[in-house]
């Protein structure tokens, strides 16, 4: 949809299956091999054959082509095959393509996933180590030299913007640090499953970049999680409740750039996520006190606190006091700090359970969810919903 006019997506695809491997430190397998364990979970889940999937979509930073996948889970002919840049902001962009698809006829099932070694492979919270030339390569530029290496000391300078345009200090991070561990403590599946933590325990954790600390990064994950997608119409003859696809964006701000947006006017803000929330709102004509749950991208907790602003479920620099206040659920499986991080994939898992009500944490009735994906990149949300 453009920012000027509603689209006609919603409310034409559902979610019908979903899956994930086991989240773990070192997976002991490739990320193909992850890769087609989510995706053959996701069908079971689904109730739908391998065979009758005929579209994939990934992220292009993912390592297992879709041809590959498709053999390794008996998978044959594809008619739509599709890829998404900008590393976690892709997340929610590949259901929204893989609705597309459904929506025009080009595909009549079609199966998102993403997996990776991300902390016994390639770790990307180690940085920087080597840029091939490019113009993303050059955006770069202006801010490797300086010190500015790590997705963590990129997100600091807006971080420190932020405390200091709203007078607040680390501590308000450390809301969203908490609610996120309260929720992975009572996940089986989360990696801090049973270990919540308290505001004094957010403070005390080290300096990592400030005012980021320890405590404020996401984890490094290895593991998949792949999504099912089909029409509504199908999806109502299925095992599972049809989890419809009730608005989907994508959205790059001006002067964006790869989480090194600082040229821009105003640092303590997420433009991008402007862009998608003016989108969601617009297409489904909901608003944030429609909402019953949102699952919020949290690489780092002081975006998790724009994107409730830029979305409208409080004031600038108020979303702090509104996380304190559990004003709204989040992130109820715990997030990327607490169950996994898996590029937010597992995230919209969380929607998709709360939606059925098989969530662990289940927010009762719940029956609108918003997801988003990567910020500090050109990104995308959902807004997903029960059937009728």
């Avoid at 701000?253 to 303590?268: N, P």
Wanted: charged share 20%.
């Amino acid at each position: 949809m453009s920012a000027r006019r509603p689209d006609r997506l919603g409310g034409r695809a559902a979610v019908v299956g979903i899956g994930a491997t086991e989240f773990s430190k070192d997976s002991g397998r490739s990320e193909l091999t992850l890769a087609a364990e989510a995706v053959r979970a996701a069908l079971d889940d689904a109730g739908i054959a391998p065979a009758e999937v005929d579209g994939l979509v990934t992220f292009t930073m993912d390592t297992s082509p879709e041809i590959t996948v498709a053999q390794a889970c008996g998978i044959g002919e594809l008619t739509f095959f599709s890829r998404v840049h900008y590393g976690g902001g892709a997340a929610c962009a590949t259901v929204q393509q893989a609705a597309l698809a459904v929506a025009t006829g080009v595909a009549e099932v079609v199966v998102c996933y993403r997996a990776f070694n991300e902390r016994s492979g390639r770790r990307f919270g180690s940085g920087v180590q080597h840029r091939e030339p490019s113009a993303e390569g050059a955006a770069l530029g202006w801010s490797l030299p300086f010190g500015l290496l790590t997705p963590a000391s990129w997100v600091a300078m807006a971080a420190q913007r932020y405390l200091h345009t709203y007078g607040l200090t680390p501590e308000a991070f450390g809301q969203v640090a908490v609610v996120d561990r309260r929720h992975a403590a009572t996940n089986p599946a989360a990696y801090f499953h049973g270990k919540p933590i308290t505001l004094d325990d957010h403070a005390a954790s080290r300096w990592i970049v400030e005012p980021l600390r320890l405590l404020d990064c996401c984890q490094e994950t290895d593991g998949g999680q792949a999504i099912v997608v089909t029409s509504v119409e199908r999806a109502r003859d299925l095992p599972r409740p049809p989890v419809v696809i009730t608005a989907a964006a994508q959205g790059s701000g001006r002067a964006q750039e790869q989480m090194t947006s600082f040229y821009r006017d105003d640092l303590s803000g997420l433009p991008e996520m402007g862009v998608v929330a003016r989108q969601l709102w617009s297409g489904s004509g909901l608003a944030p006190a429609d909402i019953d749950v949102a699952i919020l991208y949290d690489h780092f907790t002081p975006f998790v606190l724009m994107q409730l602003e830029e979305f409208g479920f409080c004031g600038r620099g108020e979303a702090a006091g509104c996380v304190a206040e559990g004003a709204l659920p989040l992130n109820t499986h715990g997030g990327q700090l607490g169950e996994a991080y898996l590029h937010g994939m597992n995230g919209i898992a969380e929607a998709v359970r709360q939606i059925r009500g098989t969530a662990v944490n289940q927010v009762p009735h719940a029956a609108r969810a918003l997801v988003t994906a990567g910020t500090g990149v050109p990104t995308s949300g959902l807004l997903l919903g029960a059937d009728g």
